[in-house]
């Protein structure tokens, strides 16, 4: 086969990169925010390595971009208690602003937030090696949700803003916080993912204790101020540490109200055994995918390889909403095969930062060696490395192999390969295909590829039960983020969109009395003289 990179020329040199990019000094990040102030961590800290290395005169040398605190329990804990402090069994200053004020302070962070976005944009670039397009759109998506989250918020409170008479009781409904929530994002998107959960907490109410990503963690070091000059003392409350001793603290605390975690099921599962009271806490979760993409015999191929290319390999696969297993019907495997493969070798890997490049170094430490073991297996098994260069490694990058024939003894099959191995499954009899869908653990969402409506409407009713969400001829994927995202089985808990998360982060109590004059006009009087902040016809524009 031939090299599709020379693995010599895949790492720069220093002097190579361009000034813009070139990455700073390596920060020793002590700051940690508790109680709306920065403390200062005299303990031990975790080295920061980029994914990136430097071509060297004797070799190369991964990139160290700094240090964080390595918290422990009991610094943790003090974040907790100030955020259990500055909820107040929910008598605090917090829940208890008008929602046009909380949204004056969001919008005061969000202004500061945009001021830190070169800094963002090019600690995700050597954090996580994604690359400078992508870099830039997470961030700007993450400034626009937050935006679309203000509106969905105001249009919520006008609609909430009206009393309802209802068999002679006149009532008022609206949205109230929970309480204290924990929130955790995962490192493939840890400033976009985190901030969907992180963002609707804070605006409905809920004080914050917040963890980043493991890979991912110094870029929120640019926004630390921000947060803690955009809210009051301990309404955001931002840790470090390995999760085991950190957040496990936090879950046995039973403090937490409410957990919004990114990551993997077993997780997910392991910290909430540990919260004492686990009727009281609500959770959002979004969790491991084993997506498929199925496409039938009458196909556009052309849509199909443009679209699982994408799907599959965009940021090296690296997504929960990517491809992970294609199902190929027979008359179409062979040319699938070699149009997948052609487009492939069109990909072009190397730095984050230089123009064009889809393929770029993986940031999870042993990832490489896991990808190599698991396409071992296949090969062991009966599966061939379809595209010239498959499989192909050097250090933190792996070039990605697209296997065929995959069956169910090999562990690409069932197991979330999380990175750029491209599983294809051909089949004869789509209720193999039916069958795999229905018997997985897993079920965010699937994409049928494919031109015959009788066949593709049997498919969507075969599937509509089994994930969150079915897509026709287009890869799987979040949004637009006004859509629900969600998943069944092992894959999610709660939805999660612009809408549904101001939901999942609040709760609906109603204020109501008997409809009659004197009682219209008490709550007329508490009206007119603005004497409750929940009780109000204001109205927002």
């Known amino acids: 086969m031939s090299r599709p990179f020379d693995p010599a020329a895949l790492f720069p040199r220093l002097h190579d990169i361009p000034e813009a990019y070139r990455p700073d000094a390596p920060v020793e990040q002590r700051e940690y925010l508790v109680g709306g102030e920065l403390r200062h961590w005299q303990g031990p800290l975790a080295q920061v390595r980029s994914p990136i290395y430097l071509a060297e005169d004797d070799g190369e040398r991964q990139v160290v971009l700094g240090s964080t605190p390595l918290l422990d329990a009991d610094a943790a804990l003090a974040a907790l208690d100030a955020a259990v402090a500055a909820y107040d069994h929910g008598q605090g200053q917090w829940p208890n602003l008008r929602v046009a004020e909380r949204i004056a302070h969001v919008e005061a962070f969000l202004a500061r937030m945009r001021e830190q976005r070169a800094a963002v944009v090019k600690l995700l670039m050597w954090e996580i090696g994604k690359n400078l397009k992508d870099s830039e759109k997470e961030f700007d998506r993450t400034c626009d949700y937050i935006v679309d989250t203000i509106g969905a918020l105001k249009e919520l409170d006008r609609r909430s803003s009206r009393f309802e008479l209802e068999q002679g009781t006149l009532g ?10 924990l929130c955790m994002g995962p490192y493939n998107y840890p400033l976009n993912e985190t901030f969907t959960t992180l963002i609707p907490a804070l605006i409905m109410g809920n004080t914050v204790v917040f963890k980043p990503a493991k890979f991912g963690v110094l870029l929120m070091r640019p926004l630390l101020e921000a947060f803690r000059d955009s809210f009051p003392p301990g309404v955001i409350n931002i840790i470090y540490g390995r999760g085991r001793e950190t957040v496990s603290a936090l879950m046995e605390s039973g403090k937490v109200d409410v957990f919004a975690f990114i990551g993997t099921h077993k997780g997910a599962s392991d910290l909430k055994k540990l919260h004492p009271k ?20 009458e196909v556009d191929l052309d849509n199909v390889v443009s679209e699982a290319l994408t799907g599959a390999l965009s940021f090296n696969g690296q997504r929960c909403t990517a491809l992970k297993i294609l199902f190929i019907h027979e ?12 487009g492939l070798a069109k990909l072009k890997p190397g730095m984050p930062w230089e123009a064009g490049v889809a393929l770029t170094p ?10 190599k073991a698991v396409m071992a297996d296949a090969i062991d098994k009966g599966a061939r490395i379809i595209n010239p260069g498959g499989g192909e490694h050097c250090a933190s990058f792996f070039y990605p192999a697209l296997l065929c024939p995959v069956t169910p003894q090999m562990r690409l099959y069932g197991e979330e390969q999380f990175g750029p191995l491209v599983p294809v499954v051909p089949y ?21 590829f494919g031109n015959d409506a009788q066949q593709i409407g049997r498919l969507v009713d075969a599937f509509a039960n089994q994930v969150g969400r079915i897509n026709i001829n287009a890869q799987c994927q979040r949004g637009p983020d006004t859509f629900p995202f969600n998943g069944r089985k092992d894959s999610a808990e709660g939805t999660l969109s612009v809408h549904d998360a101001l939901r999942t982060f609040s709760i609906r109590t109603l204020v109501a009395t008997r409809f009659t004059d004197d009682n219209k006009a008490l709550v007329s009087e508490v009206i007119r003289q603005r004497s409750s902040n929940f009780l109000t016809t204001d109205y927002i524009f």
């Open 331 to 342: 008359d179409v495997l062979q040319p699938f095969l070699e149009k997948f493969s052609a």
């Open 172 to 181: 008022q409904i609206r949205r109230v916080p929970l309480g204290v929530a």
């Open 362 to 371: 993986l940031p999870e430490p042993g990832k490489v060696e896991y990808l």
């Open 278 to 297: 686990p009727h009281r806490l609500r959770a959002a979760l979004g969790l491991d995918a084993k997506n498929p993409g199925i496409v039938l015999p």
């Open 428 to 448: 004869r009899d789509v209720e193999q295909v039916i069958d795999y869908v229905l018997q997985s653990d897993f079920g965010q969402q699937l994409s049928l």
